[in-house]
């Protein structure tokens, strides 16, 4: 998808979200959807939702950090009707074992996606900062 162009990728991401409704693995459909985005230096500030693109565009700039993937996935859950109406909260957690900043998708309190490395463990997170999401429009 990410090499596509703007309308392409819009279309792609549009059949993921389609497929997410009725998936019987949806938080895992979306993670390995996203794993596969190139990511690159840091393009938005984890710590200033002002900072976020929109759903559209990111799609649009077709840029992501590890934070932005994470975001992607959120967007992604948000514009299903499966989990429109479900809680999402972003925690930004310090690792206190590895000394790295390490973070968190929730959706309606389950922890769903620890963005880059799937053996953190939570034992050793400490929540630095917590953002709530409005639900985005269709």
Partial sequence: MFNKPYDQRLRCWRELRNSIESSVSPFDDVKEFWQTAPVGRPCADPYDSDTWPSPWE???????????????????????????????????????????????????????????????DSDHLVCQMRHTLTPQGH
Avoid at 60 to 73: D, G, K, P, R, T
């Fill in 58 to 120: 990111l799609i649009h700039e077709n840029v992501y950090c590890e934070f932005l993937q994470l975001l992607a996935i959120c967007y992604t859950l948000q514009l299903t009707d499966r989990f429109s109406r479900s809680q999402f909260e972003i925690h930004i957690t310090l690792d206190n074992k590895e000394n790295d900043i390490k973070y968190v998708l929730f959706v309606d309190n389950q922890a769903i996606r620890y963005y880059s490395d799937s053996n953190v």
